[in-house]
């Protein structure tokens, strides 16, 4: 059974942020049971993510390498691409602790902020690049070695089985079955 959104339902006071999908940088959330406007957030919770993004120097720069320029957009991008997921874990509870999750956005491997305005994937403490991360995605959905290879462009299986060699060695895992198994555990699939 899936577990509800964060939020969703009109007891729970925690904070989920999420990303609008049809467009970049923009966010809404939900708290309370109601779904809202980024900048309709409390202005005590807008005051401290102002305070968490004017102390990351390097989501700053990494924000102007994107052209964003403006206050405001610069603190809805940042939360965009550290809070952006919907899920079931709350980005800001109501004792004020906020968490950071590593979002899949469409623009990973292209994106002239990536991995200094976003939270880079990393599971149990393993930093997982965008191409592992690809990887990940295509055995968690039973790909076969050789639609991998095809999918991710490599020329020959040797270049996939050297990847998937590396993410059963940061992953802990056997064989591929308890690689799909972690993807389904942290939402990757």
Known sequence: MNKLPSGILPTDQSIEIFAD?????????????????FWELPLDVLDYLRDELSSDTRALKGLRMMGITTEAQMLEQYNYCNRGMLDNVPDILPNG???KEYVNCPHR???????????????KGEH?????????????????YKEITVEMGFRRETAVNSLIGRLRDKLNCRNNVEIALKCKDYGLV
């Open 21 to 37: 999908p049809d467009n970049f940088g923009k966010c809404f959330f939900i708290s309370e049971g109601k779904t809202r406007s």
């Open 97 to 99: 602790k906020k968490t």
């Open 109 to 123: 491997g292209r994106c002239a902020g990536e991995d200094k305005v976003c939270s880079p994937l990393s599971i």
């Open 128 to 144: 997982i690049t965008h191409r592992e991360f690809e990887c990940l995605k295509h055995i968690g959905t039973g790909h076969t």
